[in-house]
């Protein structure tokens, strides 16, 4: 696949070169490369064992990788841990409602980035501003259209979409680069999973490019501008979703069909 | 459902001090000498060991955990303290500094059991409860410990309030206690406490270093039963090998009856120390009214039982 069959010139914003990760025997990344353009969701769908999991474990600073590198904004980055990765502005969001239940929305919004009090009361006293956390809550979540009334009741009060509509708020407000979504639509029930979509699109609207990991097809056709198919450890094919069809993304999913037997205008 | 699980907390928090007010009502009627000040007085000299010790337990029990060692260690303090001045000549503070010292390793090697080796709290503390007696016994030689200079027992002398004696170690106490309130409530550490309790991989996700919060919490739970060491020795004016043997149960006893969930992450600091109240009104109550020891321990039991199901009920209907 080269350059020239992208529909898009937007710049890019994270890109991965020959990403290479081993776990023993097993090669699970076998000089994967990644490119994630500014304001667009990226599907990365796979099967078990493609190397998706190892790919965004990779992007998200979970595992380091043997080989192979990352740039971000054109930049090589080296990230040790998720929390590299956080203080290089890429946002995580998991499967499992990453969420403290017995905490407000607030609080868990703010967990781990409290806001201190100006002055004495917050460099002697550490005191907390609990007045200002409040009401950055309000605004990030009137900003993504959250429909929570009360910042201040606790998460476990709210549905599963709900939940996880906070941690997609939580990512969206503090990322400066990148988001990156692992399965969070997977356990939700219809109605929850089209609210949750419905913010992940706002989340790009505003401008941070999304990556979306999920098994879910529909999803991914319904809400990604590009489509990154793994296989057997590399990068198969990216394909753009308007033009292709959904048998035919997951006949290249699973080896059926070859990358290069697809139409070209079907390529992204 | 999101209707009344809102509102449970207020009732959660209500519940204890409900409690107290009607236990305090109950005896009023039994005993005329129980409604009176220097009574009360006498109640808070009688909690304060017991109170400071659950302010180490609180914090323990908010991350989810358990310290079945408290009491012991908390004797340990006291012994070593106390040894230290009547076998060293050591000067007060720097003997209390000793016995402190001891307390707060004692947490740190709880803790570290607990972070470093993921072993379950209840077993790593309940081998240092062990290990903590004997070390008490082997060191004293079962033997209190009464050449002990004044300044040791400086907390245990009282000021008047009006007509009535109040003990400066209640005081400290009371003081410790507004002092956790508000680094629980009003700082990021203290939310961390309750973060790590509701929900360690989500904690730790968030990039808040969980083992370093848990390590904090024993460390501080020893240095809370330290200061119930000093207390201890202050209230009797001695080095006790037998401390800390009722006092074991019964923080946990106040923690639980303060309505603080065994299973972490919720409860209040302020609950506790109404917890220590409710099981201090009842030993005082049933002494006044002549009931014997035995019953009392009985009577504690089944209060502890009764706030654990009430806790486990009024969670059903959340989660």
Redesign the interface.
Known sequence: MTNSTYTTNAPLVMQAKGLVKRYGQVTALDGADFELRAGEILAVIGDNGAGKSSLIKALSGATVPDEGEILLDGKRIQFKS??DA?RAGIE?V?Q????????TIA?NLF????L?RPGLLGSA????D?KKMLEESVARMAELKVGIRSMT??V???SGGQRQCVAVARAAAFARHVVIMDEPTAALGVKEGNMVLELIRRVRDKGLPVILISHNMPHVFEIADRIHIARLGKRAAVVNPKKISMSDTVAVMTGAMAASDLPAECLA | MSSTASKLPPLATLGPFIALILACAFFATQSERFLSAQNFALILQQVMVVAVIAIGQTLVILTAGIDLSCGMVMALGGIVMTKMAADYGLSAPVAIACGMAVTMLFGLINGLLVTKIKLPPFIVTLGTLNIAFAATQLYSGAQTITDIPAGMTALGNTFQLGQTAIVWGAVLMLVLYLVTWFALRETAPGRHVYAVGNSPEATRLTGIATDKVLLGVYVLAGLFYGIASVLSVARTGAGDPNAGQTENLDAISAVVLGGTSLFGGRGMILGTLVGALIVGVFRNGLTLMGVSSVYQILVTGILVILAVATDQLSRKGVR
């Not at chain 1, 967990?111 to 409290?114: F, H, M, Q, S, V």
């Not at chain 1, 006293?125 to 907390?128: K, S």
């Open positions: 998720p929390i956080r995580t998991y499992d409602l990453a969420v403290a239940p017995a905490m609080e967990l781990g980035r409290e201190r006293l550490r005191m907390l609990k009741q606790a476990e009060t709210l």
